[in-house]
Protein backbone atom coordinates (compact mmCIF):
# COMPACT_ATOMS: atom_id res chain seq x y z
CA UNK A 1 0.00 0.00 0.00
CA UNK A 2 1.16 3.26 -0.80
CA UNK A 3 2.37 5.52 2.18
CA UNK A 4 0.98 8.68 1.09
CA UNK A 5 -1.73 10.27 -1.40
CA UNK A 6 0.69 12.29 -4.21
CA UNK A 7 -0.59 15.72 -4.23
CA UNK A 8 -3.13 16.81 -6.61
CA UNK A 9 -3.17 20.65 -8.02
CA UNK A 10 -6.38 21.47 -9.72
CA UNK A 11 -10.22 22.23 -9.77
CA UNK A 12 -13.25 20.22 -9.66
CA UNK A 13 -17.08 19.67 -9.48
CA UNK A 14 -19.21 17.15 -7.94
CA UNK A 15 -20.77 15.16 -10.70
CA UNK A 16 -24.58 15.18 -9.71
CA UNK A 17 -27.71 14.42 -12.15
CA UNK A 18 -28.88 17.41 -13.64
CA UNK A 19 -25.65 18.07 -15.11
CA UNK A 20 -24.93 14.24 -16.70
CA UNK A 21 -25.79 15.34 -20.09
CA UNK A 22 -23.21 18.34 -20.18
CA UNK A 23 -20.52 16.04 -19.18
CA UNK A 24 -21.81 13.18 -21.30
CA UNK A 25 -21.68 15.66 -24.46
CA UNK A 26 -19.20 18.42 -24.10
CA UNK A 27 -15.77 18.97 -22.76
CA UNK A 28 -16.33 20.60 -19.48
CA UNK A 29 -13.28 22.69 -18.02
CA UNK A 30 -12.34 21.13 -14.60
CA UNK A 31 -9.59 19.19 -13.54
CA UNK A 32 -11.11 16.46 -11.77
CA UNK A 33 -14.54 15.38 -11.43
CA UNK A 34 -15.92 13.75 -7.39
CA UNK A 35 -18.55 10.85 -7.56
CA UNK A 36 -20.92 10.00 -4.08
CA UNK A 37 -19.61 6.66 -3.86
CA UNK A 38 -22.70 4.69 -2.75
CA UNK A 39 -24.15 6.48 -6.19
CA UNK A 40 -22.22 3.95 -8.38
CA UNK A 41 -21.89 0.78 -5.76
CA UNK A 42 -24.09 -0.93 -8.50
CA UNK A 43 -23.87 -3.73 -10.45
CA UNK A 44 -24.70 -1.79 -13.62
CA UNK A 45 -27.34 0.19 -15.36
CA UNK A 46 -26.90 3.92 -16.88
CA UNK A 47 -25.07 4.76 -13.13
CA UNK A 48 -21.55 3.13 -14.40
CA UNK A 49 -22.15 3.97 -17.97
CA UNK A 50 -22.37 7.65 -17.10
CA UNK A 51 -19.48 7.00 -14.56
CA UNK A 52 -17.10 5.59 -17.16
CA UNK A 53 -18.01 7.95 -19.61
CA UNK A 54 -16.81 10.78 -17.61
CA UNK A 55 -13.75 8.60 -16.15
CA UNK A 56 -12.54 8.62 -19.69
CA UNK A 57 -12.16 12.51 -19.87
CA UNK A 58 -11.76 13.10 -16.07
CA UNK A 59 -9.86 12.15 -13.29
CA UNK A 60 -12.40 10.75 -10.71
CA UNK A 61 -12.05 10.84 -7.16
CA UNK A 62 -14.51 8.86 -4.75
CA UNK A 63 -16.63 10.84 -1.64
CA UNK A 64 -18.79 8.29 0.59
CA UNK A 65 -21.06 9.26 2.75
CA UNK A 66 -21.90 6.33 4.76
CA UNK A 67 -18.66 4.64 5.68
CA UNK A 68 -19.44 5.44 9.57
CA UNK A 69 -15.20 5.24 10.21
CA UNK A 70 -16.57 5.95 13.68
CA UNK A 71 -19.04 2.90 14.42
CA UNK A 72 -18.08 1.19 17.69
CA UNK A 73 -19.30 -2.02 15.62
CA UNK A 74 -16.93 -1.18 12.88
CA UNK A 75 -17.38 -0.42 8.94
CA UNK A 76 -19.69 -3.41 7.55
CA UNK A 77 -17.98 -6.09 5.55
CA UNK A 78 -20.77 -5.68 2.42
CA UNK A 79 -20.19 -2.05 2.37
CA UNK A 80 -16.67 -2.51 1.95
CA UNK A 81 -16.68 -5.60 -0.43
CA UNK A 82 -18.86 -3.30 -2.65
CA UNK A 83 -16.83 -0.13 -2.37
CA UNK A 84 -13.20 -2.23 -3.13
CA UNK A 85 -15.31 -3.22 -6.60
CA UNK A 86 -15.98 0.83 -6.94
CA UNK A 87 -12.34 1.08 -6.58
CA UNK A 88 -10.86 -1.24 -8.73
CA UNK A 89 -12.94 0.03 -11.50
CA UNK A 90 -12.36 3.53 -11.34
CA UNK A 91 -8.79 3.56 -10.09
CA UNK A 92 -9.27 7.22 -8.33
CA UNK A 93 -7.30 9.95 -7.07
CA UNK A 94 -8.71 9.08 -3.60
CA UNK A 95 -11.05 7.47 -1.75
CA UNK A 96 -12.90 9.69 0.80
CA UNK A 97 -15.38 9.63 3.76
CA UNK A 98 -16.24 11.93 6.89
CA UNK A 99 -14.85 11.46 10.19
CA UNK A 100 -18.52 11.02 11.75
CA UNK A 101 -20.61 7.25 12.36
CA UNK A 102 -23.98 7.04 10.39
CA UNK A 103 -25.59 3.85 12.17
CA UNK A 104 -25.37 0.84 14.35
CA UNK A 105 -25.94 -2.86 14.26
CA UNK A 106 -27.06 -2.55 10.70
CA UNK A 107 -29.36 0.93 11.15
CA UNK A 108 -28.40 3.33 8.62
CA UNK A 109 -29.35 6.95 10.04
CA UNK A 110 -28.37 8.56 6.59
CA UNK A 111 -26.91 11.45 9.07
CA UNK A 112 -23.53 12.38 9.38
CA UNK A 113 -23.54 12.32 13.02
CA UNK A 114 -20.76 13.74 15.68
CA UNK A 115 -18.24 11.87 17.53
CA UNK A 116 -16.69 12.98 20.96
CA UNK A 117 -13.48 13.57 20.25
CA UNK A 118 -12.01 11.42 23.08
CA UNK A 119 -9.34 8.27 23.46
CA UNK A 120 -11.67 6.05 23.70
CA UNK A 121 -13.28 7.05 20.15
CA UNK A 122 -10.09 7.64 18.68
CA UNK A 123 -9.08 4.04 19.66
CA UNK A 124 -12.21 3.19 17.37
CA UNK A 125 -12.07 5.43 14.54
CA UNK A 126 -7.94 4.32 14.04
CA UNK A 127 -9.08 0.29 14.27
CA UNK A 128 -11.47 1.09 11.67
CA UNK A 129 -9.38 2.99 9.55
CA UNK A 130 -6.52 0.61 9.50
CA UNK A 131 -8.98 -2.16 8.48
CA UNK A 132 -10.86 0.10 5.63
CA UNK A 133 -7.35 0.96 4.31
CA UNK A 134 -5.96 -2.66 4.37
CA UNK A 135 -9.11 -4.32 2.18
CA UNK A 136 -8.79 -0.77 -0.33
CA UNK A 137 -5.00 -1.27 -0.26
CA UNK A 138 -4.58 2.79 -0.09
CA UNK A 139 -4.92 5.55 2.09
CA UNK A 140 -7.88 7.06 2.42
CA UNK A 141 -9.22 10.65 3.17
CA UNK A 142 -11.38 11.85 5.98
CA UNK A 143 -13.81 15.01 5.92
CA UNK A 144 -13.70 17.25 9.12
CA UNK A 145 -17.57 17.55 9.54
CA UNK A 146 -20.35 20.23 10.26
CA UNK A 147 -21.63 20.05 13.46
CA UNK A 148 -24.18 21.31 16.09
CA UNK A 149 -23.55 19.66 19.08
CA UNK A 150 -20.18 18.76 21.30
CA UNK A 151 -19.66 16.50 24.05
CA UNK A 152 -18.85 17.31 27.49
CA UNK A 153 -16.25 14.51 27.54
CA UNK A 154 -14.55 15.84 24.59
CA UNK A 155 -10.59 15.69 25.10
CA UNK A 156 -9.63 17.25 22.49
CA UNK A 157 -10.16 19.68 19.54
CA UNK A 158 -11.59 18.52 16.31
CA UNK A 159 -8.56 19.12 14.68
CA UNK A 160 -6.08 18.05 17.21
CA UNK A 161 -8.19 14.42 17.11
CA UNK A 162 -7.32 14.53 13.20
CA UNK A 163 -3.80 15.08 13.33
CA UNK A 164 -3.06 12.54 15.86
CA UNK A 165 -5.56 10.45 13.73
CA UNK A 166 -3.49 11.01 10.67
CA UNK A 167 0.05 10.00 12.43
CA UNK A 168 -1.27 7.06 13.93
CA UNK A 169 -2.89 5.43 10.39
CA UNK A 170 -1.32 7.69 7.45
CA UNK A 171 -4.24 8.53 6.44
CA UNK A 172 -5.13 12.10 4.89
CA UNK A 173 -7.93 14.83 5.14
CA UNK A 174 -10.18 16.17 2.89
CA UNK A 175 -11.03 20.24 4.47
CA UNK A 176 -14.05 21.13 4.13
CA UNK A 177 -13.97 25.06 4.68
CA UNK A 178 -17.69 25.75 4.86
CA UNK A 179 -17.68 23.26 7.52
CA UNK A 180 -15.01 25.23 9.33
CA UNK A 181 -17.07 27.63 9.73
CA UNK A 182 -20.21 26.74 9.91
CA UNK A 183 -19.02 24.49 12.66
CA UNK A 184 -16.97 27.38 14.15
CA UNK A 185 -19.98 29.96 14.54
CA UNK A 186 -22.22 27.29 16.07
CA UNK A 187 -19.24 26.42 18.85
CA UNK A 188 -17.91 29.58 19.02
CA UNK A 189 -14.08 28.71 18.16
CA UNK A 190 -12.38 30.56 15.76
CA UNK A 191 -12.09 29.15 12.35
CA UNK A 192 -8.84 30.71 11.70
CA UNK A 193 -7.31 29.24 14.63
CA UNK A 194 -8.79 26.20 13.42
CA UNK A 195 -7.06 25.74 10.20
CA UNK A 196 -3.60 26.80 11.65
CA UNK A 197 -4.02 23.89 13.88
CA UNK A 198 -4.37 20.95 11.16
CA UNK A 199 -1.58 19.60 10.16
CA UNK A 200 -0.65 20.76 6.22
CA UNK A 201 0.82 17.90 5.14
CA UNK A 202 -2.24 15.84 5.28
CA UNK A 203 -4.55 18.11 3.04
CA UNK A 204 -5.07 16.70 0.27
CA UNK A 205 -8.54 18.44 -1.20
CA UNK A 206 -10.87 21.33 0.12
CA UNK A 207 -14.41 21.53 -0.49
CA UNK A 208 -16.25 24.99 -0.79
CA UNK A 209 -19.98 24.75 0.15
CA UNK A 210 -22.67 27.14 1.33
CA UNK A 211 -25.10 26.76 4.60
CA UNK A 212 -28.69 28.34 5.65
CA UNK A 213 -29.78 29.97 8.47
CA UNK A 214 -31.43 27.55 10.49
CA UNK A 215 -32.91 28.72 14.20
CA UNK A 216 -29.77 29.83 16.17
CA UNK A 217 -27.34 27.77 14.17
CA UNK A 218 -25.69 27.36 10.75
CA UNK A 219 -27.13 24.47 8.71
CA UNK A 220 -24.45 22.85 6.40
CA UNK A 221 -27.17 22.80 3.53
CA UNK A 222 -24.86 22.76 0.53
CA UNK A 223 -28.08 24.78 -1.41
CA UNK A 224 -26.45 27.85 -1.50
CA UNK A 225 -23.20 29.68 -3.44
CA UNK A 226 -20.17 29.76 -1.55
CA UNK A 227 -20.50 32.93 0.69
CA UNK A 228 -18.36 35.93 1.07
CA UNK A 229 -16.96 34.35 4.83
CA UNK A 230 -16.18 31.01 3.79
CA UNK A 231 -14.18 32.40 0.27
CA UNK A 232 -12.14 35.09 2.84
CA UNK A 233 -11.61 31.59 4.95
CA UNK A 234 -10.52 29.80 1.84
CA UNK A 235 -7.63 32.40 0.98
CA UNK A 236 -6.10 31.67 4.52
CA UNK A 237 -6.58 28.31 3.58
CA UNK A 238 -4.57 28.38 0.37
CA UNK A 239 -1.95 30.15 2.27
CA UNK A 240 -1.12 27.85 4.95
CA UNK A 241 -1.86 24.70 2.60
CA UNK A 242 -0.39 25.66 -0.91
CA UNK A 243 -2.11 24.41 -4.07
CA UNK A 244 -4.35 21.65 -3.81
CA UNK A 245 -7.49 19.98 -5.27
CA UNK A 246 -10.22 22.01 -4.57
CA UNK A 247 -13.99 21.51 -5.66
CA UNK A 248 -17.19 23.44 -5.77
CA UNK A 249 -19.59 21.05 -3.71
CA UNK A 250 -23.62 21.70 -4.69
CA UNK A 251 -26.02 18.88 -3.46
CA UNK A 252 -29.37 21.00 -2.93
CA UNK A 253 -31.22 23.26 -5.70
CA UNK A 254 -28.59 22.82 -8.27
CA UNK A 255 -27.86 25.61 -10.45
CA UNK A 256 -27.02 25.21 -14.24
CA UNK A 257 -23.40 24.18 -14.60
CA UNK A 258 -22.51 27.28 -15.72
CA UNK A 259 -22.85 29.11 -12.24
CA UNK A 260 -20.71 26.65 -10.46
CA UNK A 261 -18.14 26.95 -12.98
CA UNK A 262 -17.92 30.49 -12.26
CA UNK A 263 -17.95 29.62 -8.32
CA UNK A 264 -15.10 27.49 -9.34
CA UNK A 265 -13.46 30.31 -11.36
CA UNK A 266 -13.61 32.64 -7.98
CA UNK A 267 -11.10 29.46 -6.40
CA UNK A 268 -8.73 29.70 -9.49
CA UNK A 269 -8.32 33.64 -8.54
CA UNK A 270 -7.39 32.48 -5.01
CA UNK A 271 -5.44 30.16 -5.88
CA UNK A 272 -3.43 32.38 -8.40
CA UNK A 273 -3.14 35.15 -5.86
CA UNK A 274 -1.50 32.71 -4.10
CA UNK A 275 0.94 31.95 -6.67
CA UNK A 276 1.60 35.77 -7.29
CA UNK A 277 2.40 36.04 -3.63
CA UNK A 278 4.85 33.53 -3.56
Request: hydrophobic fraction near 40%; aromatic fraction near 8%; charge should be negative.
Amino acid sequence: MPETIPLFEGFGLGLRPPHYADFLEREIPVDFVEVISENFMVHGGRPLYVLDAVRERHPVAMHGVSMSIGSADGVKPDYLRRLKALVDRVDPLWVSDHLCWTGLEGFNSHDLLPLPYTEEAMEVVCANIARVQDILERPILLENPSSYLTFADDEMTEHGFMARMCEATGCSLLLDINNIYVSGTNHGFDPVAYIAGVPADRVRQIHLAGHSQGRGLLIDTHDQPVPDPVWALYGIACRRFGLVATMIERDDDIPPLVDLLAELDIARAHAAGLERAA
